[in-house]
Each structure stands twice: as structure tokens, then as C-alpha cells.
């Protein structure tokens, strides 16, 4: 079956596409950097980079009427930029954002499916309207803005078009949910809205993927049965004191259903530590360099090694990764090296990185976990195949 995979970055939804059988026809990113970084892997040699046909471009530029063959799923993570849709203004003339690019996609190459991704904070009150807008979009994709047409003009077009049931020309039916990362076996509590849409005459009938790992489990397996901690040979005086986490697992009458999420220490505990041994750790992981300058303040105190890490994030208040930072048992902090970063956002050791420890951190920071696209991708590729 085959993909295009639209605003692919540092390519964490890309993968998972072509890892569940998926056949990319165009990659496209803008950005040198995270075009560079494909780019390095490609020319390493690594899977699935190395088939990708990549091109470094804008989007709006590309004419998807020119792909030959059929689609059967378009993907990426349009970039959305903030902007008030309080006023009736017409949201095409913010140029930053992106998602008129995927609807146009989906409706020149009319796959049978699509699965865009995006920050939570698209959720929020403020942006409701442009949400809502986004979805009728999706479902009605022929039903364009007509010439000088406002958004919010269009939007109660297509809310009437909605309304009245009796449907011409493509058509998909849209669902979309918040999903926290640490819910699907990624250790980061990182949640991401997935908006996934199947072409009406599939007739798929789809749901969002089960949890399969929860925070209950996790805590059973640290101050229940003490597996946890067995598991990783950390003495009881070296324990934290998490008396939070400790009365609550202690309400537990039986132990949870389901993996328990994933923790710093899980997935970071097999490398060496880049401050104690720099040289060693640098020798033996590509980009496991120690960074320094970090410091901890209120609200910004980083990750505790044993719950999954804080959201990566490309920057905040203009300071090169953020709080990307590891918080150990007895305070301190330091930050996550390039390639502990890349674990806790379940991309392949294999994989190098382009550019300097902040630019590298903005593509980290940006990207959705691997691990977590791919229980969504794998399951709307069961359904497009009849084995879901």
C-alpha cells in the first residue's frame, strides 16, 4: 500500500508508517535540518530512511495531482501556529499554519485514509472553533472556501452541509482524540491529539487503540511487589522517597491489568552516564554527549528518573531545550543527552542526528513518539486490509 507522508521532520510518525507496510510515494519537510538528518541516515544506509523519496520543500508548492498511482493513506503533523480565531478573520492569511496543505492533500489524492497528528494545545477552549473547522474540512474536503469567502463564512457553510445529511462527492468519516504517549509503552508523558479519517466507502469502522500501559502498574511494580526496583538493583536506601506514589499504590487491592508505563530509568538505564564517563559514552552511542548548563527552578525541575519523562520540547522562553532535563534521586539535574532523548522518544539507537545539540533538541522536541504512531498506523492498516 502506498503513503505520503507530509511535514515528516525528524521523521517519528514517517517510520511507523513505513514500518507497518506502508510504501512512501513523497516525503516532504521544509527544513534543512530535519531534511538533513534523514538526509545522514539515508546516506548510512539505515531503514526505512534509506527508500524514503525525499524533497526538501514547501508543501504548498507540490502538486499531488502528479503522483501516479493510488494512495491509501497521507500522514504528517501539519505545523499550526497559535493564532486568535476570535475575530472573523480568514485563517488561510496566517501563512505559518499548515493545515489547509494536508486538507488540500486529501482531497487531490483521495486516499483511503489519513492519520495527522498535532499538539494538545490545539485542543484548548480558545481554538475550539478552529478545530471544528479542521474536522468539516477533513469529512467534506471538495467543499471548498469559495473567493474572498472568511473562514468563518466557510465554517458555517460547512456546518449547514453537515447538518442537512445528503452528501456529493468525497467524503471521509474523522474521528480524533487526545492520547497520552505513556498510555502505549513510550516513556514520556507526552500527550498529542491524533485525528485519523477512513474514506466513506471503505467502510471501516475504526476506534482509537486500547491502553496498554498505566500509571496504577507502574506503581504496583515499585512499592507493591518491589519488581521494579529488583529489576534495576536499586538498593531500598537508594529508593525515592515518593510517599505520593506509595499511598496510592498501597489503595491498590489487586494488581492492575495491563504493562506498567515506562520510566526514565527504563529507558535510559543501560547507557553510560555522559558526566561520570564522557569519553566511554560518547565512544559506544552515536550523540550521547553531556551538555552543560543546566539548572533547576520553580517549574523547571525536570524528570524524575523513575516516572516517565516530562513532554520534550523543542524550547521554552527562548532556552535551548527547555526543561529536557533528567532530575536524579538526590536533586540534581543535568540535561538529557541527544541520544537519551531519541530513547525516550523510541527512536532507533542507529539513528544520528543533524546539527548542534539545540537544533537537534527543536527536532526531537517536535516530533511524536515512534512508538505511539505506530499503534495508531498499524491498526488503520489492519482495518484498510479487513484484519482488524
Known amino acids: 500500500m502506498n503513503a505520503v507522508e507530509l511535514f515528516v521532520g525528524a521523521g517519528g510518525l514517517g517510520m511507523a508508517v513505513s514500518q507497518a507496510g506502508f510504501k512512501p510515494q513523497l516525503v516532504v519537510d521544509w527544513d ?115 473567493p474572498r469567502e472568511t473562514w468563518h463564512e466557510h465554517l458555517m457553510r460547512l456546518e449547514d452541509y453537515e447538518t442537512k445529511g445528503k452528501f456529493k462527492g468525497l467524503q471521509y468519516n474523522v474521528v480524533m482524540r487526545v492520547l497520552n504517549a505513556a498510555n502505549y509503552g513510550v516513556p514520556q508523558k507526552r500527550e498529542r491529539v491524533l485525528i485519523v479519517g477512513f474514506r466513506s466507502d471503505t467502510g471501516v469502522e475504526w476506534h482509537f487503540p486500547e491502553h496498554t500501559h498505566s500509571r496504577d502498574a507502574l506503581l504496583w511494580s515499585q512499592w507493591q511487589t518491589d519488581e521494579y526496583w529488583d529489576r534495576h538493583k536499586v538498593a531500598k536506601r537508594n529508593r525515592p522517597k515518593d510517599l505520593v506514589g506509595k499511598a496510592r499504590a498501597m489503595k491498590l487491592h489487586e494488581q492492575p491489568a495491563g504493562l506498567p508505563w515506562l520510566t526514565v530509568r527504563d529507558a535510559i538505564a543501560d547507557l553510560p552516564d555522559p558526566e561520570q564517563y564522557p569519553l566511554l559514552a560518547a565512544a559506544r552511542f552515536p550523540d550521547h554527549r553531556f551538555q552543560p548548563g543546566a539548572r533547576s527552578y520553580a517549574g523547571h525541575t525536570g524528570s524524575p528518573l523513575d516516572e516517565p519523562a516530562k513532554t520534550l520540547k523543542a524550547g521554552v522562553h527562548g532556552v535551548p531545550g527547555g526543561e529536557n532535563m533528567l532530575r536524579r534521586p538526590d536533586g540534581s539535574v543535568r540535561y538529557f543527552t541527544i541520544r537519551e532523548s531519541a530513547r525516550l522518544q523510541t527512536f532507533p539507537d542507529e539513528m544520528v542526528f543533524h546539527g548542534s545539540w539545540s537544533e537537534t533538541m527543536r527536532q526531537l522536541g517536535n516530533a511524536v513518539p515512534t512508538k505511539l504512531a505506530q499503534v495508531v498506523v498499524q491498526k488503520v492498516r489492519d482495518s484498510l486490509i479487513g484484519t482488524a
Open 32 to 146: 534543512q535540518w530535519a531534511c538533513d538528518t534523514i538526509r545522514q541516515n539515508q546516506k548510512a544506509g539505515l531503514q526505512p530512511f534509506a527508500s524514503w523519496p525525499l524533497i526538501q520543500g514547501d508543501v504548498r508548492q507540490i502538486k499531488f495531482t502528479e503522483l501516479d498511482g493510488v494512495i491509501d493513506i497521507v500522514t504528517g503533523g501539519p505545523p499550526c501556529q497559535p493564532f486568535s480565531m476570535g475575530g472573523l478573520h480568514r485563517a488561510y492569511l496566517d501563512e505559518r499554519d499548515m493545515f489547509p496543505q494536508a486538507i488540500r492533500a486529501v482531497r487531490e489524492l483521495r486516499p483511503r485514509a489519513f492519520v495527522f497528528e498535532n499538539v494538545k494545545g490545539l485542543t484548548r477552549a480558545t481554538f475550539a472553533n478552529y478545530l471544528e473547522y479542521i474536522r468539516l474540512q477533513l469529512r467534506h474536503p471538495d467543499v471548498t472556501a469559495k
